[in-house]
Nanobody, 122 residues
Framework: QVQLVESGGGLVQAGGSLRLSCAASGRTFSSYAMGWFRQAPGKEREFVVAISWSGGVRSYGDSAKGRFTISRDNAKNTVYLQMNSLKLEDTAVYYC???????????????WGQGTQVTVSS
């Protein structure tokens, strides 16, 4: 069992940066691949980025390429999402999730956090 809690969301101006954190409970965190998804109002949940248990493999969704970076610290049971050059369309609730594989498919994730709101203003 893994419990996930996101933090770090907030209001930021376009062009700015935010770093989201996802803290996990449970001693098996390091065995899971971790992913970030987001969901804007009226839209489907969208894959952002994922990272393997070791951190050696990363998979980026189109929206994240070149602007977002995922990392993890298994000693701290935490995964991070560094978001730079934020755009208005990045406004969404951001969720972290745990899976047995690096994947962009939400259905392959077994555990989800409650989400953190990111709002980008002009």
């Amino acid at each position: 069992q893994v419990q996930l809690v996101e933090s770090g969301g907030g209001l930021v101006q376009a062009g700015g940066s935010l770093r989201l954190s996802c803290a996990a409970s449970g001693r098996t965190f390091s065995s899971y691949a971790m992913g970030w998804f987001r969901q804007a109002p009226g839209k489907e949940r969208e894959f952002v980025v994922a990272i393997s248990w070791s951190g050696g493999v990363r998979s980026y969704g189109d929206s994240a390429k070149g602007r977002f970076t995922i990392s993890r610290d298994n000693a701290k049971n935490t995964v991070y999402l560094q978001m730079n050059s934020l755009k208005l369309e990045d406004t969404a609730v951001y969720y972290c999730a745990a899976s047995s594989r690096v994947t962009g498919t939400a259905g392959h994730y077994d555990y989800w956090g409650q989400g953190t709101q990111v709002t980008v203003s002009s």
